[in-house]
């Protein structure tokens, strides 16, 4: 089981970056979350996409901006942000789950509910 992200880096407010998250050593029934962390504050959820099921969140935050997706054949979820913000800046994080989060009280956007991270990218906003 391993996860690896791609496609931080640095870009201009109002900007374009996608992330991949390759996950692998996963059947189909898996729940991937992006997560992130600026410094000195607490790593937040961002958005999560149960494979299975379809089933996507968003934190209020990034609604809109932001879209999770998913690619099996590929083994792959992304995240196209758009319209990026400096305070989108942090280290960014994929998380794998087994199961969905539909049902979860954070709708997938808990940190707890994850079994294996990766190792993050950085993504970096300037004003």
């Known amino acids: 089981v391993q996860l690896v992200e791609s496609g931080g880096g640095l870009v201009q407010a109002g900007g374009s970056l996608r992330l991949a998250c390759l996950a692998s050593g996963f059947t189909v029934d898996y729940a991937i979350g992006w997560f992130r962390q600026a410094p000195g504050k607490e790593r937040e959820g961002v958005s999560c996409i149960s494979v299975r099921d379809d089933f996507t969140y968003y934190a209020d935050s990034v609604k809109g901006r932001f879209t999770i997706s998913s690619d099996a054949t590929k083994s792959t979820v992304y995240l196209q942000m758009n319209n990026l913000k400096p305070e989108d800046t942090g280290v960014y994080f994929c998380?794998?789950?087994?199961?969905?989060?539909?049902?979860?009280?954070?709708?997938?956007?808990?940190?707890?509910?994850?079994?294996?991270w990766g190792q993050g990218t950085q993504v970096t906003v300037s004003s």
């Open positions: 998380a794998a789950h087994r199961g969905t989060t539909r049902f979860s009280a954070s709708n997938g956007l808990g940190p707890w509910e994850y079994e294996y």
